[in-house]
């Protein structure tokens, strides 16, 4: 795995889906709070508009990102067995890829599956 | 491979920590909670989009008190995650790395994150 997800690439993914993160967590309540949503329709309204889908959209492709550098992080820090590492950080990768696909069903499909 | 001969000790139960070392490893422990929490956030997002009545149930969701519990402790890792990741970003650009300010920094994330979180429940509840 080389590229984005190690070395000196991987820790400017981490700070580059930082500084989105960071600016989603204080836009976003924002403009929530401005919309003032107290309704399913509205909510569902809100959601469909693309400028906001596609920022969730990022949201979620940031935090996935930076969740694989932060726990791939802690992995090398205490798993020390070589193949033991490959096997978790596989897992981990499978997990993120998951939620990435499941989350981007429930923004853009407006389903995923279950419930 | 790593070269074994190398002293390693990362037992954070045994380790006196300085503020900048305690910053640093809760941003980590938060961070941690956080990615576990991530599946439980995206359930909610999904139960707000499909119905009406999943949207209507969430509201509901918090008169459970392990949920609060663990509301509250989420509420303490973003904030804190988010404070100290400003830190660090500044840190990276060289801003406030100075031993007396890093630590004076690293203080106030710790303490101001608390205090916002504690602030934030107290206003809610």
Redesign the interface.
């Known amino acids: 795995m080389k590229g984005v997800t190690t070395g000196l690439n991987a820790w400017l993914l981490q700070?580059l889906t930082?500084?989105y993160?960071?600016l989603f967590?204080v836009a976003m309540p924002v403009t929530l709070f401005v919309l003032d949503i107290d309704?399913?329709?509205e909510?569902?309204n809100v959601?469909a508009v693309p400028v906001m889908a596609m920022t969730w959209v990022l949201f979620?492709a940031c935090?996935i990102g930076h969740?694989w550098v932060?726990?791939r992080d802690?992995i090398i820090?205490?798993v020390?067995a070589?193949r033991m590492r490959l096997v978790i950080l596989a897992l981990l990768a499978f997990w993120l890829i998951s939620?990435l696909i499941?989350?981007m069903q429930?923004?853009l499909l407006?389903?995923?599956g279950?419930? | 491979?790593?070269d074994k001969r190398r002293p390693v000790f990362?037992n954070l139960l045994q380790i006196r920590m300085p503020a900048t070392a305690m910053a640093s490893i809760l941003h980590?422990f938060s961070?941690?909670l956080?990615?576990f929490a991530?599946?439980g956030f995206?359930?909610l997002?999904?139960?707000?989009?499909?119905?009406?009545r999943?949207?209507?149930s969430i509201a509901g969701l918090f008169d459970s008190l392990v949920i609060r519990v663990l509301v509250i402790g989420l509420l303490w890792s973003?904030i804190h995650h988010?404070f100290a990741?400003?830190r660090f970003?500044l840190l990276?650009v060289e801003a406030g790395i100075s031993k007396t300010t890093a630590r004076a920094t690293a203080r106030l994330v710790t303490f101001g994150s608390l205090l916002i979180t504690i602030v934030i429940v107290g206003v809610c509840l």
């Open positions: 700070r930082a500084v993160l960071l967590m309704s399913y329709a909510w569902k959601m979620f935090m969740a932060g726990i802690v820090d205490y020390h070589f939620l499941w989350v429930v923004l407006g389903s995923g279950i419930a | 491979m790593l990362l980590r961070g941690v956080l990615f991530l599946p995206i359930y997002l999904q139960l707000s989009l499909n119905s009406e999943g949207f209507d973003l988010f990741g400003i970003l990276d």
